[in-house]
């Protein structure tokens, strides 16, 4: 692992700086995952507008997405930040571990949406058969599926960073391991 410098919070430009407000609104603080794509001038707006962007997915089919990604990439940071999410959208930590462990009892939607996720992530995006059946069954079209495309994608990147930077966990630490 290299030795990634982060960058300092008060050292970035102005246009990452009023992004910053975004973050502390949402989190109460700048998380450390995204004071390091400061690192690149145009990291965090790029990456910022990916993570707003709008889809047909809700907030929890979201966090959904984000554990069971994170857990397959066995990302302790974005495991950390997204149970947090995931407690304040509702989940328990019951479900949270369920969730994680793609053994969601509790809503045969967000079963079919985890399953697809974790296919899409191992399978290198070749998925068929039961997993698709499954989500179509349960109401979601190719527009939705173009969307889980993109959570996938959006959260492989926030894991990508963290397994280069190994930047300090700064939310209540989740172990990979269930």
Known sequence: ?????????????????KIFEEFKRMFGKVPNIFLAFTSSENGLESYFNYFTQKNSLSYREREVINLVVSQ???????????????????FTKEQILDIRANNILFDNKLKAIAALAQRLVVAKGNIAGPYLLDFYQQGYDQGHLVDVVLAVGNISTLNL??????????????????
Do not use: W
């Open 72 to 90: 397959v990439n066995e990302c302790p940071y974005c495991l950390s930040l997204h149970s947090v999410i995931a407690e304040r959208l509702g």
């Open 1 to 17: 692992m290299s030795n990634f410098l982060m960058p300092n919070e008060q050292e970035v430009s102005d246009k990452n700086k």
């Open 161 to 178: 960073l963290y397994a280069i930077s190994n930047v300090p966990i700064d939310f209540p630490h989740v172990t990979v391991k269930l």
